[in-house]
C-alpha cells in the first residue's frame, strides 16, 4: 500500500493512500459525494459533474471523480457553492429528461429520481419544449428510451470493460447524443442485461420484467443460479410465488453484480407450460397422473421387491440437485438399496486433481483468487461461452491488476483480446503446448490455472507436475458443468468413490455401463437425462425418474416425479472453484416436491432408517463426514460462499472406465433445460454474430 | 468494395503515417477522402472502412454521427454551405441563407428534387475577414452578394 | 486560383515578422522559402541542445497563440524528454472560433514557415513524427500543406538525416470532419486517433500523454509559424518586437462592422483605437462602435467605450475580464441588434458542444431556446434574468473550456446590453399554436 495522505474533508482529517480518488476516500469515511457517471471498477469519465467540490485554492470546483487526494488538501462537499451546484446540474439534467415517473418502469429505484430527492430543487424553471425520440427495442431482452437517458456511459463501458463485447457506444453529438447499439438498429450481444441493472434511470429497461411490477411489491430473494457451475447469486424479485426478474445490484455474493443472460433472466423454465406439476405411473404404456401417495407407495413398494430380489439398481444423480440430496441419494442407494451403481453425467475429472494436489493446503482458486491472480493460465475450455463470471474475473483481473493471461484452446476465445499470449491445439496436444509457455508462467509469478475436459486422467497430474516444475505458487480450478456438478463429485456419486472421495467399499458400473447393461433391473433418475443421447439396453428395468419436465428419460419411465426446482427449495450447491453457498427457496409450486423430500418419504415407504430428510440436518451430516466440508455456518447461512478444501491424501482413480465431457454449452444454451426456458429461446431464434450456437 | 486507383494508393499510404498497431487513426481521413467519391457515409462505405481497418462498424457509427462534414444521407451534387455565423451575420449572412432557401425551395441539409444543389446552414468556416462567405463544395467565396448568390443558383441549376 | 486573403499592400503600421513571404510570388514554393532565409532557423536550432532551443522559445515570451495564451517556452519544457515512448509533435489547424481566420493565410501563403516551426519544436524534444491536423472544410489548405511536405521530402527538408544534420523528421496531414470541438487540445488527441472528439480528463497534458498515450507537444499553426523567426532573430529580439511578458507580433482578424476586415499583423500591445480607426478605417458608414469581441466569440464582449482605451495584448484584456484568444476581433456598431449576436453565438456552441458533460450539453440547448424566444419577443424579464443565471451554472463547472466559452460572451452580453433585452419584450403577441410551433423550431 501507497504512503496514507492526510488531507481534511468537511472539517474532518481523514488519510487515505496516495492515488485515492476523493470520491472514494470520503465514501469510506462514510462522506457521500452523489455522482452518475463515477462506478467503481469502471473507467473515469467526469461526465456528471455531480460530484464537484470545492478545494482549498482552486479557482473553481473540481470534479472529485478524478482527483486524488494530496496532502494538506482542504476539500468542503456540502459548502453552499457546492450544494448549489450540484442542484443546478440536477435542474440541466432534468431539462430534457421526461418526469413519466409515474409510467417508468425505474420508479422506485431510480438514482436520479433519489438524486432530485436529496440535491435537487423543488421546481422546475424550464418552460421550453423538450426533444423527443421514439423508445426502440434492440434485443428480445433489451429496450432504449432515449429521452430518459441521462449520458453516464455506464452501460457503454459495463459492455465494453466488463463483458469485452463493446455492443454498445454513442453517436451523434450533444443534446442529440444518444446511445446506439452495433448492429445499427439492434444488438448483437451476450444480452446479459448488465446495461439495464447498470442504468441509474430507466432508459434500458428489460423486455423480461418491465411493465410488471412496482420494485417495491416484490420480495427479494438471494438465490444461486441453477445453470453453469460459477455459482453466481442471482436475487431474485418475486412477487404472488412468481419470479419477475433476477439481478444482484447490492453486489452481494461471488458475482458481485456480474450475472449473464441465464443468471438474470433463464430462471423462467420454472413456468414453463410444460411443467410437471403431478406424479405419473406408466399404465398400459402410457403416463397417467396419479396422487402422490399413490406413486410413491408403488415406487417403495417396487424399489423393495426389486431389492428383495437381489435386482441390480442403477442410480444417476443430477448435477443441479443440491449437495443434501445427492448426499441423501448416494447414502439411499449404497446403505439402502445395497447398490454400488451410482454416477452422474462427469464433465471435468475433479478426483484426478484432488489427488494430484494431495497434501497441499489452499491449492483451489476461488473465484475472488482469480480477480487477483497475477498469471492466469485457461486451458481447453471457452470461458465467456461456458464460465461468464470466471471470464467476467479474467477481464477485471487484467483491466484492473494487468494480470497476464495466456489462452491454450482449439479455437479463438474471447478471453484472447486480454491475452499476453494466445495459443491453439486440439485437446489431446493442448497439455504439449502449455509446456511451451514455461517461461512465461514463470514470468506472471503467480498462476491461476483453469481447465476443461481436455486435462484428464494422467495429463491433470502432468499439468500440476509441470506447473510445480516452475516453482511459481499456483492455485487450480477444474471446470465443471452446472451449478452443482463439482458438489455431486464431492457427495460421491461416483462408482467407485463415495463422500469425500473416500474409496468406495465396491466399485459399480459408470452411467455408460448401467444404460448398456441388458440385466439392469431399476433405473433411477434423478435431475438428470442421460437418455438424451444415449438407450437402455435392459428392456425389463423400473424405471423411476424425478424431473421438473418430460425430458428423453422421463419418457422412458415408469414413474415419473415431478420435483422442484433449486428456487424452489433449500440446500446447498457447491460451485466448479469448491465454493459452497445456500440456496434459499423463492417461490413454491403447486404438485411438485424437492427430491430430498421424496427421497424422505420413500425410505419411510421402504421402512430404511436413512436419517431425517431435512436440508439442515443432512448438512451437518456431510460437514461431520464429507473432508473439506466442515464449513462456518455463519458463512453460508448469511448469504455467503465457503470454500470446501477436500483435499487430503491420494484418490484411488486408477483403472476406472471414465467418461469425461464438458456438455460445451454456450451462453444461450443450459443442457436439458435449454429448451424450457422462453427467453433463451427468443434469443436463439434470433442468433447473433458474435455467438451462434 | 473499392476506390479509384488514387485513392487506394491514399489509403495504401496511409496507415505508415500512424505508429504501428493504432491504424483506428485512419479512420476520420479514410471516410472523409472516401466521402469525395462515394457522395455520403452508405451502409457499405462503412462496412468497407471498418473491414480495412478491423474495427467495428459501431466505432465507424459513432464517428460518423459525430463530425457534420460526415454526410449521413446523400446531398446535391453541388454542396452551398452558407456561413451566418457571428462575423458573417453581421454582413447580412443570414440574409444570403434566407435568399438560398427561397429560391431553392429546400431548407437546412436539403436537396433539390433533381439533386443537383443541396443547401447548409454552417458555422462559421474561417473566412471571417471576408464576410459574407459561402463554400461551394470545398471553394471558398468571399464578400458574396445577394446577385452573386443569384447568378451561382442559376448557373448551378442550369449546369 | 485561391481566393486571396490579403490586401495589396501592407498596413504601415503593421509589424511584418510571420507574413514577410506573404506577398512575395509563389510564396508557398519551397525555392521562394529559401531565398527569404528559409530553414535557417531551423539549421541553427539543428546546432543546439534541446535546453538552448527551448530556452530561446522561453526568451522570446511567446504565447500559444490558438486563445489560451500558455508561455509556449514553458510548454515544452514539459516534455519528458527522457521518456522512453516516443513523442510527437501536433499542429493545431482546426481553426474554428468565430472571429478567426489567421490560420486559413499562414497555410496558404507560407506553408514551409509551418514546417520549419514543426522541425524545430520536434529537434527541442527528440520528436520525430508530427501531424498536422487541419480542420476538414480547409480541403484545400491541406492540398497545399500536402504539396509543401511533398517539397520538403524531395529537397531533403523532411524525412532521413535532414540536410545531413543527422536528424529525422517525418511529417503528415491529418483531416478534421467538422467538429468545434476538436480545437480544444485533447480532443484533437482523440481525434487524431479516430475517435469521437471528446476531450480527455487531465491531467495527464499532452506533454506527457498526448497523441497515441505519448509525450506530444502540441500548438496552434501560428505558434509553430513564429519559432523559425524566433530562432533566426533570437529570442530577446522577438520579444522586443512586443511588450514586456507577451513578445512578437500577433496576427490579428479584423472582422464585422468595419471598413477594411482584414487579416493583419501587429505587435502584440497595439492599440485597439488605433487598430479601428487606422489600420480598419473606422466603422462602417461611419458610425459609432456599440461592441467588440476581442479574441474570437468565446471571449467575454466589451461595450465600444470599453475597448476605445485598451491594447491588444493578454493582461491589457485581462484587466477589462476578456482575453485576447485567437485574435479573432469582432466589431459591432450602433445598430447591431446585440439580442440576436447572443443567439447566434449560443447557436453555435449549442451545435458544437461534443454533449460529454451535462451542464454544457444542456445549458447550451437551454439557453439556445431562452435566446430564441427573447429574439422573437416571447420572453419575459424573468427569462433574462434566467439566461445569465443558467450562463453562471455553468461556467468553470463543464468538463472542458466550451462550456466556459458559450457562457462567458452569453454572460457579459445579457449585462451589458440588457436594455437591449428588455426592449423585445412583450413585442409580440402570440397564441398557443403559434407559440408551439414556435417553440419545436428552436429544438
Redesign the interface.
Known sequence: MADPVTFTVNGKSLQAPAGTLVIDACKRAGIEIPAFCYYEGLA???????C?VEVEKA???LASC?LPVAEGMVVQTESPVVVQ?RK??L???L??HPLDCPVCDKGGECELQDMSFRYGAGES??T??K?HVDEKQWSPVVYFDAPRC??CYRCVRICDEGLGV?????????????I?????DHLDCDECGACIDICPVGALTSGIYRYQTRPWEMEHIGAICSHCGDGCKTTLGVKNDEILRGNNRDRSGINGEFLCIKGRYAFDFVSHAERLQSPMIRVDGKLEEVSWSKALAFVAQRFGEIKAAGGRFGVIGGERSTNEENYYLQKFARVGLGTPHIDHRRSGDVPALLDALHGRQGALATVDDLYNAKGVLIIGADLAQQHPLLAFQTRADSRHHQAKVFTVTEGPVREDKVAAKKLRAGPAGQLAVVKTLGEDLKAAGELVVLFGDSIQGAAVGELVSFIDSLGVPAKYICLVDYSNSRGTCDMGLLPHLGPGYQAAAQTGMGQAEMLADPALDALWVVGANPLAGAALASQQAFVVVQDMFLTETAQRADVVLPSASAYEKTGTVTNTCGQVQRLRKAISVMGVKADLDIFGLLARGMRLDLGRAVPDQVFEEIRASVHGYNVPLPVIATGGAAMTDPVHGRIPVAGQAQVIQSARDTLFTSGSLTRYSKTLNLVLEAPGELYKP | MTFSPELEKRFAEMAAKYPEGRQKACLIPMLMYAQDEVGHMTEELKEEVAKRLNISVLEVNEVVGYYTMMRKKRMGKTHLQICTNISCLLWDGDQLWERACQKLGIGHNEVTADGKISLEEVECIGACSWAPAIQVNYDFQHHVTPEQLDKLIDDLRNA | MYPSLLHETPHPDEQIVLGKRFRLPDSRRIDTYLASEGYQGFLKAAQMTPEQIIDEVKASNLRGRGGAGFPTGLKWSFVPRQSPKPKYIVVNGDESEPGTCKDRVLIQYDPHQLIEGILIAGRSVDAHRGWIYIRGEYRYLIDIMDEAIAEAYARGWLGKNIQGTGFDFELSTHTGAGAYECGEESALLESLEGKRGVPRIRPPFPAVSGAFQCPTILNNVETFAAVPSILRMGGQAWAALGIPKAGGTKLTCLTGHVNRMGVYELALGYPVRKMIEDIGGGIRGGKKLKAMIPGGSSCPILTGEEAWELNMDYDSMAKAKTMLGSGGVVLMDEDTDMVKAALRIIRFYQHESCGWCIPCREGTMWLKKLLTRLDEGVGTVKDIDLVGDLADNMLGRTFCPLGDAAAMPTMSIVRKFRHEFEAKLGRKTVSMAGLSQLVSITG
Open positions: 473515469l469519465q467526469a461526465a456528471c459533474r455531480m464537484l479557482p473553481k470546483l478524478t451546484a443546478a446540474m435542474e440541466f439534467l431539462t430534457n424553471r424550464f421550453e419544449m426533444q441521462i449520458l463493446k455492443a454498445l457506444g454513442v453517436t451523434n453529438r450533444g443534446v442529440y447524443s444518444e446506439t447499439p452495433n448492429k445499427g
